[in-house]
């Protein structure tokens, strides 16, 4: 069988759908229908092209109607995937199966499943799109750390977030501090952790959430503090 699948997003369709259907009958007249029975369509109206293609209402029907033998036919991938890593899994996925996929866009008419070296292609484009984001990531905290602001909703011992949505800035946590400071206070005179937890679980020390403290928070509080302390014993020499 041979399937074709479009999309459109809300703002789109009509024409855009049209489009679509066109160029996918066209290419199934001149390249399958001599071999190959038509399966019919699947169409995703309406719909985000952020959402990968199996999560879509069409595209996971697509998906479970498919069989070993059939061909998927697309008329650009950003209409078939989310994204070139969604295009990717997918295919692979699908290639498992027996299926095979035809984007017109990379076939340019040719009739011509995706291949290994379109794969592999796909693949790096994916490595070089992650390693972009990765490094606007690493940018964008780098910012972020500069102006005092919170780093993707965490921030480190000893800070907290400060201020109005939107203009949120880190100072100085006291409260948090003068626990951790008595944490590692307690274990350098032999306290285990596990004592530590049941003294300030019964003495109903909080956090500054007004949470009890776990052992996890703990021991992050204990290494924070050391971290912190040296680095003001360090800037206090420099000085």
Not at 109 to 136: I, K
């Amino acid at each position: 069988m041979v399937y074709g699948y479009c999309r459109a997003s809300p703002s789109e369709e009509g024409l855009v759908l049209d489009a679509q259907r066109a160029s996918i009958e066209l290419e199934y007249e001149v390249h399958f229908e001599s071999t190959y029975a038509w399966g019919g369509w699947f169409v995703d109206r309406g719909v985000k092209g952020g959402q990968p293609l199996r999560q879509r209402p069409e595209g996971h029907k697509l998906s479970l109607a498919l069989d070993a033998g059939d061909v998927v036919l697309f008329t650009k991938l950003d209409r078939g995937f989310r994204n070139v890593r969604d295009a990717l899994d997918t295919i692979r996925a699908w290639q498992a199966r027996g299926v095979a996929v035809v984007l017109l866009d990379l076939a340019a008419g040719s009739g011509e499943a995706v291949g290994e070296t379109e794969l592999q292609l796909l693949a790096a484009v994916t490595e070089f799109e992650r390693g972009r984001m990765s490094g606007r990531v690493k940018d964008c905290g780098a910012e972020r750390r500069r102006e005092g602001r919170p780093v993707f909703g965490k921030h480190p011992y000893g800070l907290k977030t400060a201020g109005k949505r939107g203009k949120k800035r880190l100072v100085p946590d006291p409260y948090t501090r003068r626990i951790g400071a008595k944490i590692v206070e307690w274990h350098s005179q032999g306290w285990s952790f596990d004592a530590i937890y049941i003294h300030l679980l019964t003495n109903r020390i909080k956090t500054r959430s007004g949470s009890d403290w776990s052992e996890g928070a703990i021991k992050r509080a204990y290494y924070g503090e050391l971290r912190v302390q040296q680095e003001e014993k360090n800037q206090a020499g420099c000085g």
